[in-house]
């Protein structure tokens, strides 16, 4: 998460910030500095007003609403509220539907819309005749919960909260609705979570926290294990990326590690070819390595934003440097010889010099690029510095710092982007103390890899960067899970399945098999409610 991807076109800037934040879903890459990642961070809000305002003349339309919240879950004494936004559709509605609850994450919720339209909402709320719902994370889009962002004010920002919101939200919601959905809350109608990324633990560990509230809960990509060390996040690109292009990044991040260690002119020169002369070391390498984000974009529909991306720039950076069989990549890098390693490195240090220049333009690039000047932003604590809100979760509770590999792994980041350097990050932005602790037991909690619950489903891609947050981790006890509610989608990225073409029979076959299975285990949730509840729903 040390970066966050960005693509070197302006024009791309925007699309590349949507994949990072909302389609990749915001578990992005918080820790570049900041100037790049407000940036992409305000573009994006633009985008997603936007978003949010056609929700409303779509055919299937989402009608923006606020419900009242309370602030402290924690004390039920204190009643001060915020107004927390979500999006409501019943086009599909049938009496004895369920509620599909989609989880916004953080990120604002208009970016969400879209999957009601065309994604897995649509496809459950057509089938199952269901209300549609879009909930807005705490203090994200405009879900604010404080007038500002102080240290003092983030601290109704928790995994916790957020949780009980979605319960606090569902017991309630019948009271915002019209007379004849009074019967639309828990305990007469199922409400089914959806979630994906970091949304996708959520929607998980509210089966465990609140299984009376939520009946079933679809877990894509969720990131149910949490550390401060997530190296890992590199070896599906390594595992899963064009081999010529991987070994050019292998080779520049040997480099880099190599000539940093022993100075002097070669790794000046070495900087220099890079654009990243005036940058402090360990900055030029985490500036270079940042391309590594895009990768999480990757996605089965190449029309989703970035899902072209990180191809895109291995083709730019292996053009002339293989020989005219790629097929016989394995082969070729076997020997060596027939790749000239030589030519990458310079297609990507002169790739790196132009994303430079144009992410940063004229300014000065030790404050546009380094991280020098990160103390500055602790003072931004309006509500418009929306980019600080995923940090501060990451270093109160989850963690998730990407250095390079061990010692021993192969690894695509150097090496000299080490824990102390991404750690120093939450010092500089929130004031912790250099000895300070990501405090992941309040995600671990809820069971880690072991965490499994009735009516829960995973579903993770074997491409996807995160997986070994996942339930199907290859450090995961239960990564074999044979049951039928755990699908691992070949070639597919971070939850593939949220987007869709508003038709299953036009997607991949991979792909139309899970939105059906899918519908076929939500549509056995709704009937085993009402055989529990003794009601008599008539689910289409
Ligand atoms: C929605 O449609 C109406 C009528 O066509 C139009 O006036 C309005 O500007 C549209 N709003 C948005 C946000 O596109
Ligand atoms: C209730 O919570 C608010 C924060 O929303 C806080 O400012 C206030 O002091 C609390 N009131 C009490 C009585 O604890
Ligand atoms: C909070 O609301 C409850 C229920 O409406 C009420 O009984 C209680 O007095 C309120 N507490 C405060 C501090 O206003
Ligand atoms: C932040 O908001 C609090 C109220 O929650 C206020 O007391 C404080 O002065 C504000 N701080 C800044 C720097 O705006
Ligand atoms: C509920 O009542 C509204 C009118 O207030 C009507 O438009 C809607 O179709 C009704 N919904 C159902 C599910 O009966
Ligand atoms: C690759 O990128 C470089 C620098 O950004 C550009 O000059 C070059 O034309 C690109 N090459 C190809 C083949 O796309
Ligand atoms: C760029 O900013 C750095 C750090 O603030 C400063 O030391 C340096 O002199 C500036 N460079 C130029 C060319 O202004
Ligand atoms: C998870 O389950 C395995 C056995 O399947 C057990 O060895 C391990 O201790 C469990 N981990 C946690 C965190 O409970
Ligand atoms: C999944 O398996 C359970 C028990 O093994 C079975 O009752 C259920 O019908 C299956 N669901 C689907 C969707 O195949």
Redesign the pocket.
């Known amino acids: 998460m040390p970066n966050l991807p960005f693509d070197t076109m302006r024009g791309s800037l925007l699309a590349a910030a949507l994949t990072a934040l909302v389609s990749a879903e915001g578990l992005g890459t918080p820790f570049q500095p900041p100037q790049l990642w407000k940036r992409q961070n305000d573009a994006l809000h633009a985008e997603l007003r936007k978003r949010a305002e056609s929700g409303l003349n779509d055919t299937i339309p989402y009608i923006p609403k606020w419900f009242t919240q309370k602030v402290d879950h924690t004390d039920p004494s204190n009643n001060s509220t915020f107004k927390q936004r979500y999006w409501i559709g019943t086009t599909f509605y049938k009496p004895g539907g369920p509620v599909i609850v989609l989880e916004g994450g953080e990120t604002s919720g208009a970016g969400r819309i879209q999957y009601m339209h065309t994604g897995i909402g649509r496809y459950l709320t057509e089938a199952l005749g269901g209300i549609g719902i879009v909930l807005e994370h705490r203090y994200y889009g405009q879900s604010y919960v404080t007038p500002n962002l102080t240290v003092e004010n983030l601290k109704y920002l928790n995994t916790a909260q957020s949780l009980a919101d979605n319960a606090f939200f569902a017991e309630n919601l019948w009271r915002d609705l019209p007379a004849n959905l009074s019967h639309v809350r828990p305990s007469q109608t199922p409400f089914i979570s959806y979630g994906g990324s970091y949304a996708g633990s959520k929607s998980a560990f509210l089966r465990v926290v609140y299984p009376e509230v939520y009946y079933g809960s679809l877990a894509s990509s969720a990131v149910i294990w949490a550390g401060e060390n997530f190296w890992e996040y590199n070896e599906p690109v390594r595992a899963y990326g064009d081999p010529v292009c991987i070994a050019i990044l292998e080779e520049t991040a040997r480099r880099i590690d190599t000539y940093s260690a022993s100075g002097g002119s070669v790794w000046q020169q070495f900087k220099e070819l890079f654009g990243v002369k005036s940058l402090e070391d360990r900055d030029s390498a985490s500036y270079i390595f940042n391309v590594l984000g895009r990768w999480q974009s990757g996605n089965w529909n190449k029309l989703e934003s970035g899902a072209t991306s990180w191809d895109r720039f291995c083709t730019n950076i292996t053009t002339g440097v293989r020989d005219e069989a790629p097929e016989h990549d394995q082969e070729i890098l076997e020997k060596k010889e027939a790749i000239d390693l030589e030519a990458g490195v310079r297609n990507f240090a002169a790739w790196t010099k132009r994303s430079l220049r144009e992410s940063c333009g004229d300014s000065n690039i030790t404050q546009c690029a380094g991280t020098a000047g990160n103390r500055a932003y602790s003072q931004r604590v309006s509500l418009t510095d929306g980019w600080k809100l995923w940090p501060w979760q990451v270093c109160t509770e989850w963690g998730y710092f990407m250095p390079g590999a061990p010692a021993g792994s192969p690894t695509l980041m150097p090496r000299i982007v080490d824990m102390p350097y991404l750690r120093q990050s939450c010092q500089d932005y929130f004031g912790m103390p250099s000895d300070f602790q990501v405090d992941v037991s309040k995600v671990l909690q809820y069971g880690g890899y072991n965490l499994t619950a009735p009516r829960l489903m995973y579903i993770d891609g074997t491409h996807d960067p995160w997986l070994y947050a996942t339930a199907h981790s290859p450090h995961s006890p239960q990564k074999d899970r044979d049951?039928?509610?755990s699908v691992f989608i070949p070639e597919a990225w971070h939850h593939n399945d949220e987007n869709g073409l508003g038709d299953i029979s036009k997607e991949p076959q991979r792909i139309q098999d899970v939105h059906n299975?899918q519908i076929?285990?939500v549509?056995?949730w709704v009937e085993e409610f009402y055989k529990e509840n003794g009601q008599t729903g008539t689910t289409p």
Do not use: T, V
């Open positions: 049951d039928n509610l299975l076929k285990i549509r056995g």
